[in-house]
């Protein structure tokens, strides 16, 4: 598959750190295609799900999910994916025929994480997802970014929602109340920062670590594409 009109090239950004990580490990990319080739065959046969894993050497794919994206383009199956390596843990994201959705190029997106970052300077207890390498060519994109562990903020907020139903006028109601409020708050003041930018900026998109209180944003979209060079 090729864009249209040659419209689109390859596009590589990296962190330093993937950078020399990829240096020193030149195995690391050529041990993920294979064991991505593993899962995205097995999906394709129907025999994989979330969970599935495969293994080798010093790395570990496990398949999250099939990618929602993978409907709205054409090619083989887009996948979410937990890759362990060494004592590391990353978030791949793969989506076939990129250009179909131009929203969602790797190299973009990289790029829109450390804009976004910047434009949250200030705000206590928020990062963007920690992005290491963002790849487009004509016909997949991929994302990197470090494993992040949290729950879905959208999630979080329904469970106290419920718990204020569930438990109406008690004590754990009156704290669920208490808690979703400053949540709300919070986001809205870290969406006022962002929506003018980037689309995408939800609840949907974003983890909240209730221990810690931090929320991390992904999945945001520059609202006009970004210039970028090769890296």
């Known amino acids: ?26 195995e690391m990319i050529p041990l993920f295609k294979t064991l991505e080739a593993e899962i995205i065959k097995n999906i394709l046969e129907g025999k994989a799900g979330a969970g599935f894993s ?9 398949l999250i999910n099939q990618s929602g994206e993978t409907d709205k383009n ?12 060494e004592d590391q843990e990353f978030f791949v994201k793969r989506i ?24 949250l300077d200030g705000i206590e207890n928020v990062e963007v997802v920690d992005f290491q390498m963002g790849y487009h060519d004509e016909e997949k994109t991929y994302f990197v970014s470090k494993w992040v562990d949290g729950i879905s903020l959208e999630s979080y907020e329904v469970e106290l929602e419920t718990i204020m139903t569930n438990e109406a006028g008690g004590e754990s109601a009156i704290t669920a109340e ?16 962002l929506i003018h930018d ?15 209180k931090k929320i991390t944003i992904f999945d945001i979209h520059p609202r006009k594409s970004l210039s970028i060079d090769s890296n």
């Open 178 to 193: 208490a808690e979703l409020l400053e949540l709300t708050q919070r986001f809205r003041n870290i969406r006022s920062r």
């Open 54 to 62: 495969v293994e080798q050497g010093n790395m570990q794919a496990i």
């Open 96 to 119: 076939p025929g990129y250009y179909e959705n131009q929203g969602s190029l790797g190299a973009h997106e990289f790029d829109s994480a450390q804009h976004a970052q910047e434009m």
């Open 198 to 212: 980037f689309t995408d900026v939800s609840p949907h998109n974003a983890l909240y670590n209730p221990p810690s």
């Open 1 to 26: 598959m090729t864009s249209p009109e040659g419209q689109f090239s390859k596009r590589l950004r990296r962190s330093e750190e993937f950078r020399q990580l990829t240096r020193e490990h030149p």
């Open 74 to 85: 054409s090619g083989p199956p887009g996948a979410y994916f937990k890759v362990l390596f």
